[in-house]
């Protein structure tokens, strides 16, 4: 997720986001343990999402 889109997201939607990145980040990690992933990169572009919204998040909470 870029972070013009994180942006245009509301609180409730950024925070719906951020339990399906993190449930989807998981479910990645558990089957790169098991077997490689074809594209270990998700993993990564994963996390950065996570963190893009957490910032979001924790920057609106701030104002």
């Not at 339990?19 to 996390?47: F, T």
């Amino acid at each position: 997720m870029k972070q013009s889109e994180v942006r245009e997201l509301s609180v409730a939607e950024l925070q719906e986001e951020l339990g399906k990145s993190r449930k989807a980040y998981s479910d990645l990690k558990m089957a790169h343990a098991v077997s490689p992933l074809e594209n270990p990169i998700q993993l990564r572009a994963v996390r950065r999402s996570i963190a893009r919204i957490a910032t979001e998040l924790t920057k609106r909470e701030q104002q």
